[in-house]
């Protein structure tokens, strides 16, 4: 398995970071490309950037392996934002100033990226995320940042359509915790249910550490509510959801955000069937149909299987993305170079570039890539390889 801490210093199996479009000292035609790397690896919103590291460090070793980009190694420069906004604030200022990072894979959460994204592009440094609040890409504001993953509009629309268009009910019960991915999330959703004639009997944020989230379950079913959807990257809050469900025998379903199929969510169950009728948020590449993966995602557990990368307790769309993003990025900077402007051309041309995770096509006026269509509903209790059947109606 690839460990975190690797840091290649020209090796074959190294990681290394770019040089910014900024001005900088001339570098050997074997020095390392240095990538910044922001992922949570600790916390209550570290789920995501787990599962998505195994899949980078695992794309770089490989890259490495085969040559690096161009002869030049990848050296990954990682910097746990610990879940925390100003960490990662403050991670953004040691790679982009004095590590010279010419790109920055991340922030990978969404509250996170918020405040860090303004800074990044104050560096003029090209930006790859995963996060999906909308606010994150604009051309005008952050010309050099953009999205491998699908919007919140998208995610929303997705579970939306399944609970109305599928499930047929009417009252649903919105809850999230105080993240800005969170909150962000039940501001979108909300009007969008209202909009689609939905009556939303109940909506709130709650502080992803309360122990005890009874009285706002009780709230819900006295309000009638006929589905819980959560917003929350926090596997121990959605866990409660599902335990506090369970222990009132509470026969909704619940739809929602991905990590609520998490192998982490799973290990905080009290009881298997708390699992059931609970339907998440996925992606149609990463999703079984008639007990089959695509071709390219089937390949892909394989490989993984193969570099004894651990995907059990993690979804494989995260480490999907992942390795995804790292090739994306080596793929500029093999065609473009480092600099920052020619970084930014070149993804600018990207069209319905295929990935495991999902399909990407970005332009100068559209730096969100990711297919409407490739955004689907799963059943979690079909947890297999970090995949999943796609939910019942599809």
Known sequence: MVKRRQILSGSAVGIASLASGLASPALAANDPIKIGYLPALTGPSSSTGIGITRGTELAVAEINAGGGINGRPIELIIRDTQSDPTKAVNAVAELTQRQRASIIWGPLNSGEAL?????????????????????????????????????????????????????????????SDTTG???????????????KGAEVVYSNHVDAANPDLRPELMRMQ???AEVIMPWSVNAGFLSRILNTRGAMGWDVPVVGQTTLGSGQTRALLEKPEFWNKVYSNNFRNCCYVDGRLPASAADYVERLKRARIQFGD????????GWDGMHIMAEALKVAGTRAQDVVAYWQQVSRRPGVY??????AEQHNGFLDDEVVMCEVNSLRDGAFNLAPGY
């Open 115 to 175: 405040a860090a994204t303004p800074l990044i592009a104050r560096n003029n440094v090209p930006m790859l995320h995963p996060c999906w609040v909308d606010e994150l890409i604009d051309v005008k504001k952050y010309p050099m940042s953009f999205r491998n993953a699908p919007t919140n509009t998208q995610v929303g629309g997705g579970a939306n359509h399944y609970v109305m268009d599928v499930l047929k009910l009417k009252k649903v019960a919105v809850i």
């Open 181 to 195: 991915y969170g909150t962000a999330s039940v501001n979108t959703y909300v009007p969008m249910l209202r909009a």
């Open 222 to 224: 006295a309000a009638g």
């Open 314 to 321: 993690t979804l494989l769309w995260w480490v999907a993305n």
């Open 358 to 363: 999902g399909t990407i096509t970005w332009n």
